[in-house]
């Protein structure tokens, strides 16, 4: 198979939402009692792992977390819950919130300039395809990365998710490729993986902080000798 295209996950796999230590600056109880270290720690992993459902939900809730990605609003109100039966409410909910969804707070792998600025020099078009409610294209405008992204697939915008086929048949069609010269890369093996069905090759990431993770990218496409 010779790749003449590379999809790629936003989450987890090009960009990773990580917090600082000024997340928890003003993080206090609907009574204004500052959370301890282990209770902050519980809340940020809830708010920064966005595909794990932590809380349960009312129907009402749940019914909203299936369709997070597809609209900003019950995106919203389903992480806000989460927040409320984790202590949060009010101002510091709302300003927690905000950061969450602030793509110029995500933080890239080290190897995302690299892979991206490879590829497009090699002539190699480039898709993100994202499950999410917000516009992402900021975090790469913020890199003067844009310029290497063919086509950005956002559910949102398309009213589809991984692992549904029109993200990805949408996507494919935009850049003109047939699926069997494409490779997917992403964290989620049931999501992003759900290229195989149509024909695409894919590869598996680790979603760990990106300090940790410091080539997962460039091995990825080493192993499908795209670089």
């Given at each position: 198979?010779?790749?003449?295209?590379?999809?790629?996950?936003?989450?987890?796999?090009?960009?990773?939402l990580e917090a600082d230590e000024s997340w928890a600056t003003d993080?206090?109880?609907?009574?204004?009692?500052?959370?301890?270290?282990?209770?902050?720690?519980?809340?940020?992993?809830?708010?920064?792992?966005?595909v794990h459902q932590a809380v349960q939900f009312d129907a009402h809730h749940q019914h909203a977390w299936g369709q997070r990605d597809l609209d900003p609003a019950k995106h919203r109100e389903v992480y806000r819950e989460v927040?409320?039966?984790?202590?949060?409410?009010?101002?510091?909910?709302r300003r927690l919130y905000a950061r969450m969804v602030d793509p110029s707070l995500w933080t890239p792998y080290p190897d995302t300039g690299k892979v991206l600025e490879a590829l497009s020099g090699n002539g190699i078009p480039v898709?993100?395809?994202?499950?999410?409610?917000?516009?992402?294209r900021p975090a790469f405008l913020d890199?003067?990365?844009?310029?290497?992204?063919d086509v950005y697939a956002l559910s949102f915008e398309l009213g589809?998710?991984?692992?549904?086929?029109?993200?990805?048949?949408?996507?494919?069609?935009r850049l003109g490729?047939?699926?069997?010269?494409?490779?997917?890369?992403?964290?989620?093996?049931?999501?992003?993986?759900?290229?195989t069905a149509l024909g695409c090759a894919y590869e598996w990431v680790?979603?760990?902080?990106?300090?940790?993770?410091?080539?997962?990218?460039?091995?990825?496409?080493?192993?499908?000798d795209v670089l």
């Open positions: 198979m010779t790749i003449r295209a590379v999809l790629f996950d936003f989450s987890g796999t090009l960009f990773r993080l206090v109880t609907a009574q204004g009692r500052p959370f301890d270290e282990a209770e902050s720690a519980e809340i940020l992993d809830r708010m920064t792992t966005p927040l409320r039966q984790s202590g949060v409410e009010g101002d510091p909910a898709a993100v395809v994202s499950n999410i409610p917000f516009d992402i890199h003067d990365w844009d310029r290497y992204v589809a998710v991984k692992p549904d086929p029109p993200i990805f048949e949408w996507t494919l069609d490729i047939p699926p069997e010269d494409a490779l997917m890369v992403g964290d989620s093996r049931e999501n992003d993986g759900a290229a680790d979603p760990a902080p990106t300090a940790d993770r410091r080539t997962g990218l460039l091995d990825a496409l080493a192993r499908h």
